[in-house]
C-alpha cells in the first residue's frame, strides 16, 4: 500500500503548489503500480482512491502552470526565507524578490494591490504584532507573508480553497485488475474492505 498523506497535509494549509507537487509524486506510484498490473494482469488488483477530501477545493479558469513553479514548500518558507529575514529584519524591498522567486511569482506582473498584500502581511511577520490566533483567522496556520504568498499562487492558478478541513465531498475510486467491477457505483469506504475480500475469493492466486 502506497499513502500521499501530504496531499491532505497540504491541503489542510491551502498550500495549493506543495498539494499539487505531492499529486504528481503520487502520480509516479501508480504508475509504478500500472506497470506492474501490465505485467501481472490476472493476479493484479489497483484500487486508488482517499479517505476524504479536504480543503472544499474548486477550480475556476486561470494558469494552472502558476502552480508548477513555486519551488519551497510552505514548511521551508517558514524555516528558510522567512526565519532569515526576521533575523536580519530585511527590508520588504529586499526581501520581495526572494520570495516572489521562491513562489514563481513575476514582479513585474504582480498589481499594485497584490505588492501591497504581500507587503502589509510581511510587515506583520517582521513585527510578529499578531496574536497567534489573530495570524491564523486573517491569513493561516504560517507565517502571514507565506500564507499570502500561497494565496497568490492559488489565485493565478485559480484553485480556490473553501477551508483547512476535511470536507463532505465524495471521492471518487479508480478500480483496475482482477475484481474491479466489484467498486462500482456509490458506497461508504468502508466498503472497500468488503470488495477486496470479494475480489479476493473471486480471483484466487494459484
Not at 93 to 109: H, K, M, N
Amino acid at each position: 500500500m502506497v499513502e500521499g498523506g501530504r496531499i491532505d497535509y497540504f491541503c489542510h494549509y491551502n498550500d495549493a503548489a506543495s498539494f499539487v507537487a505531492e499529486l504528481l509524486d503520487f502520480d509516479q506510484a501508480v504508475a509504478a503500480g500500472v506497470a506492474f498490473y501490465e505485467a501481472h494482469p490476472y493476479e493484479t488488483l489497483i484500487l486508488v482512491t482517499g479517505d476524504h477530501e479536504t480543503g472544499s477545493v474548486t477550480l475556476a479558469d486561470g494558469d494552472r502552470s502558476a502552480l508548477l513553479k513555486q519551488t519551497i514548500s510552505s514548511d521551508e518558507c517558514d524555516d528558510t526565507l522567512v526565519a532569515e529575514c526576521i533575523s536580519a529584519q530585511t527590508p520588504f524591498e529586499e526581501a520581495l524578490p526572494l520570495f516572489a522567486a521562491a513562489f514563481g511569482l513575476d514582479l513585474d506582473a504582480l498589481t499594485e494591490d497584490e505588492t501591497a498584500y504581500l507587503e502589509t502581511a510581511y510587515l506583520h511577520t517582521l513585527k510578529g504584532d499578531l496574536t497567534s490566533d489573530e495570524s491564523k483567522s486573517q491569513y493561516g496556520v504560517y507565517e502571514p507573508i507565506t500564507c499570502a504568498l500561497d494565496d497568490l499562487v492559488a489565485q493565478h492558478a485559480g484553485l480556490t480553497f473553501g477551508s483547512g478541513s476535511h470536507s463532505l465531498m465524495d471521492v471518487p475510486v479508480f478500480a483496475l485488475g482482477v475484481g474491479q467491477e466489484y467498486f462500482t457505483g456509490d458506497y461508504e469506504n468502508t466498503y472497500i474492505h468488503d470488495g477486496i475480500l470479494l475480489a479476493a475469493e473471486a480471483y484466487p492466486i494459484g
